[in-house]
């Protein structure tokens, strides 16, 4: 089978069939060998692509006549001889695995999976989560269109073998994530991890790890679970775990702070997780274990050092300023932006309001049975709902029938006054870290953020999670982040070009093998060349896209079939 391979840039000049006799304890043999010639640094060198001394004859002499009409194909087509002898085909598609697979291996993906028939098929639920997003029974059903089997090196499969690999995956987590960190540092550790959690929802409720918690989904009526993924400073992914759905996010972290201790080296470690995440208990943990921290403080905290005097407001009308309270630094600043945003949401809600007792006093006027302590009761939930009851309230007007809005403006003020306030607080001594450093990191939380979108939503679609076992939900997961790996690295070549990686990915789809048959049998496949836009793709990516494809005889089906009858929808 032809070996997916990465080379450096050259230029081929022709690829040819190289005959030779090789003698063996008073035996001789024919070797055939599938090489190339290009020329690199002013020279003409020869590679070796395949040994094909196994193949018959006919399929020598297919190939042969293949490489010989490669820019004419037609040609072979040109009498009625030929036409019989041979027949030219479309095969599978081959363009989107041999980039994603090619990829793999640049990234440490497919060695931290392993090269056995478990790591190919966790590799092949990795690609086919970036070409397709679906589920066990649509990556088999994928799998008979594109030629994963034939670059893969895979034989027959179907969905329960895709169940039992998400087992497998889950058992084998904490080795992969070992090998594939190291695959990304091999020098050690990052200094700095980034972490974050999310929650996604589940159809039905027969899931191990579902329970009802606080839902980022907006999905009500919906068991969830909650996803921790660990990332380095530039917001690739390293390790994601799967909690229970009712877990609060900060009883995670102790998780991830023994994950870099004893799996990935420890060393002088810096966490970077925001004000729900990062309290006390896990200040405390990090000490233990010898790591720093960088987190932000919540709007009470905020208030009650304003009180005691460790910061002052004015300090917040700097670009950047900083405070320094024992072994604790706060670093301050007033988002402009943000304080305007505030601001607009703050009056908008106050309009809303105001046109609900609108409405109000024109239905006492209209109905003069009409109770005004009933419409006061209604405007009263509508204040708490929008949070304003700390400077909003509503009441009877003097001698009318009449409802109107009361406002306290001092209190208004204290409420906005820290519109757009923000305070960080780490334990990193100004030595290891100036204050635009520890600004920067918080800030670059918005990466694992990007990642939960794209997971979740754009490209991979993580949710909703239909599986059911606890080791099939940590499967799944586990090859959701390694397909965002490729993902963001495919957008990260591609940035230049004007599409999204899903509409690269479908156009790498649409290059296919033209299998060529001789009696009656697939006796090779060619890879044709593509036209410029997919061309382009390819080198971007920096796959090298091979010239032929040995075909196996994987017969790849699903055991569900879809029912002979189907119900007729009406127009």
Same mark, same amino acid.
């Given at each position: ?10 230029q ?8 030779g ?14 090489r ?5 640094d002013?020279k ?26 490669k ?6 087509t ?9 027949t030219?085909?479309?095969?599978a598609s ?40 679906g ?12 030629a994963?089997c ?19 995956l ?8 070992s090998?594939?960190?190291?695959a ?10 980034l ?18 918690g606080y839902?980022r989904?907006g999905?009500?009526?919906?068991k969830q ?5 660990l ?13 229970a ?31 729900g ?16 921290y ?17 910061l ?20 301050l600043?007033r ?36 109770k005004?302590a ?6 009263h ?6 949070? !304003?009851?700390s ?9 009318? @029938?009449?409802?109107? =809005?009361? $406002?306290? &403006? +001092? %209190? ?15 334990? !990193? ?7 635009h450093?520890?600004?920067? @990191?918080y800030?670059? =939380?918005? $990466?694992? &953020? +990007? %990642? ?12 909703p999670?239909?599986?059911r076992?606890?080791s ?7 090859v959701?982040?390694l ?5 963001? &690295?495919? %957008? ?28 009656g049998q ?6 044709? &060349? ?12 920096g ?6 494809i040995?075909?196996?005889k994987?017969?790849?089906?699903t ?10 929808r009406?127009?």
């Amino acid at each position: 089978m032809l070996v997916l391979s990465l080379y450096a840039h050259y230029q081929v000049l022709t690829m040819y069939l190289d005959f030779g006799r090789v003698r063996a304890k008073d035996k001789a043999y024919t070797r055939v060998l599938l090489r190339e010639s290009f020329r690199q640094d002013g020279k003409v060198r020869h590679r070796t692509i395949a040994n094909l001394s196994k193949c018959s004859e006919q399929e020598i002499a297919a190939i042969k006549l293949a490489l010989k009409h490669k820019h004419d194909l037609e040609s072979l087509t040109g009498s009625e001889a030929a036409a019989s002898a041979y027949t030219l085909r479309q095969g599978a598609s081959a363009g989107a695995v041999v980039v994603l697979a090619g990829l793999a291996q640049q990234l440490g993906i497919a060695d931290a999976l392993g090269h056995d028939r478990q790591g190919k098929l966790a590799l092949w639920q990795v690609i086919a989560r970036v070409i397709d997003q679906g589920s066990r029974l649509s990556a088999v059903r994928l799998a008979t269109t594109h030629a994963c089997c034939d670059l893969l090196g895979l034989d027959v499969f179907n969905e329960d073998h895709l169940y039992a690999n998400l087992a497998w995956l889950s058992e084998n987590q904490r080795a992969i994530e070992s090998r594939l960190f190291h695959a990304t540092w091999p020098a050690g550790g990052p200094p700095l991890y980034l972490y974050d959690v999310t929650s996604s929802y589940l159809e039905g409720q027969h899931n191990a790890l579902g329970a009802f918690g606080y839902n980022r989904d907006g999905k009500r009526g919906k068991k969830q679970i909650v996803i921790g993924l660990l990332c380095d400073r530039d917001g690739t992914p390293l390790a994601i775990e799967v909690f229970a759905g009712n877990t609060l996010d900060p009883k995670t972290l102790g998780r991830q702070i023994a994950k870099v201790a004893a799996q990935f080296g420890g060393g002088q470690v810096t966490f970077v997780g925001d004000r729900g995440m990062i309290k006390s208990p896990q200040i405390a943990e990090l000490a233990q274990a010898g790591f720093h921290y960088i987190t932000a403080i919540t709007k009470p905290q905020i208030q009650s050092l304003l009180k005691t005097g460790v910061l002052q407001m004015e300090l917040f009308d700097q670009p950047l300023a900083e405070v320094f309270e024992q072994d604790t630094r706060y670093v301050l600043r007033r988002n402009p932006r943000r304080a305007g945003e505030m601001q607009f949401t703050r009056q908008s809600k106050l309009d809303a309001l105001a046109t609900r007792v609108e409405q109000a006093n024109q239905y006492l006027a209209g109905h003069p049975r009409a109770k005004v302590a009933t419409a006061l009761k209604s405007l009263h939930r509508q204040i708490a709902k929008l949070k !304003l009851a700390s400077w909003v309230d509503v009441g009877q007007a003097q001698g009318r @029938r009449e409802v109107e =809005l009361q $406002l306290d &403006e +001092q %209190a208004h003020a204290e409420e906005a006054k820290l519109d757009g306030c923000y305070v960080l607080k780490t334990d !990193l001594r100004a030595e290891q870290a100036d204050k635009h450093t520890v600004h920067a @990191r918080y800030k670059d =939380l918005a $990466l694992v &953020e +990007q %990642a939960f979108r794209t997971s979740k939503t754009v490209e991979l679609e993580m949710r909703p999670i239909h599986v059911r076992l606890e080791s099939s939900t940590r499967g799944h997961a586990l090859v959701v982040m390694l397909a965002y790996r490729l993902v963001r &690295e495919l %957008a990260r070549r591609w940035f230049d070009l004007d599409l999204t990686v899903g509409e690269g990915i479908r156009q790498l789809a649409t290059l296919c093998v033209t299998e060529i048959i001789a009696d009656g049998q697939v006796r090779c496949g060619s890879v044709p &060349e593509p036209r410029p836009e997919v061309a382009q793709l390819i080198a971007l990516s920096g796959v090298k896209m091979p010239a032929l494809i040995q075909p196996r005889k994987a017969n790849v089906a699903t055991k569900k079939k879809l029912p002979t009858r189907r119900v007729k929808r009406s127009k």
